[in-house]
């Protein structure tokens, strides 16, 4: 069985610029997490996403934002970035939402923001 | 808000000897769960107590969920190089819907 898979797994973008990052959940999976991860702020969660809906957010502002489609994979964008938008960006795909379900992490995709 | 405390928060040991690392919340939490990060790579789960007082262990490694519900401890027993790592103790909250919260990690660096 495949696990979460996350591209790219690195970009480098400048301040101002948007960005969106795709991950791809195991199959038959249908709630994706996002979390940001900082040298700083260590693993913070951003949201989940199951059935296409935004089930629960974290204390991000309203610029990072995220979708899921109906094959469950899910989008994260974040607009107007900022220095500190720099981090390692996890996605963990469950199979339900609701309750606590094993969550699995992809790799990541590191952002760089210049 | 909430918050975990985890320490050590880093170890440099000799291949062979044992580790331990714990983690302390000043709430209750039902769900704690002990990840290990490698270089390049997202979490990797290692164990999962979802009772109080339990201890379970996987391996060489062994982790307990509090009877107080507050705090946990994992040990690495025989360290191994490639136990080479960043460990992090989570718990799961249904605060704001349900998600997890992570400790800020236990570096472990293994000596051969």
């Known amino acids: 069985k495949a696990g979460v898979t996350q591209t790219p797994r690195y970009l480098i973008k400048t301040r101002g610029q948007q960005v969106t990052l795709s991950c791809s959940p195991i199959s038959g999976h249908r709630s994706v997490s996002w979390y940001q991860q900082t040298p700083g702020q260590g693993l913070q969660f951003l949201f989940e996403?199951?059935?296409?809906?935004?089930?629960n957010k974290g204390n991000f502002p309203g610029r990072f934002s995220g979708r899921q489609f109906s094959n469950s994979r899910s989008e994260m964008n974040v607009s107007t970035l900022e220095l500190g938008d720099s981090a390692l960006y996890l996605c963990?795909?469950?199979?339900?939402?609701?309750?606590?379900?094993?969550?699995?992490f992809g790799p990541g995709t590191r952002l760089t923001v210049l | 808000g909430q918050q975990l405390n985890q320490s050590p928060q880093s170890m440099f040991i000799q291949e062979g000897e044992d580790v331990s690392m714990n983690c302390t919340s000043s709430?209750?939490?039902?769900?704690w769960l002990w990840y290990k990060q490698d270089p390049g790579e997202g979490p990797v789960l290692l164990i999962a107590?979802?009772?109080?007082?339990e201890l379970t262990s996987n391996g060489r490694l062994t982790a307990q969920f509090g009877i107080t519900r507050k705090d946990s401890f994992l040990n690495i027993s025989a360290s191994i190089p490639s136990d080479v790592g960043i460990y992090f103790c989570?718990?799961?909250?249904?605060?704001?819907?349900?998600?997890?919260?992570f400790g800020q990690g236990t570096e472990l660096s293994v000596k051969p």
């Open positions: 963990a795909s469950s199979l339900d939402s609701g309750g606590y379900n094993e969550q699995f």
């Open positions: 709430s209750i939490f039902n769900t």
């Open positions: 107590l979802y009772k109080a007082g």
């Open positions: 996403y199951f059935s296409e809906t935004q089930r």
């Open positions: 989570a718990v799961f909250t249904y605060n704001q819907g349900g998600k997890l919260i």
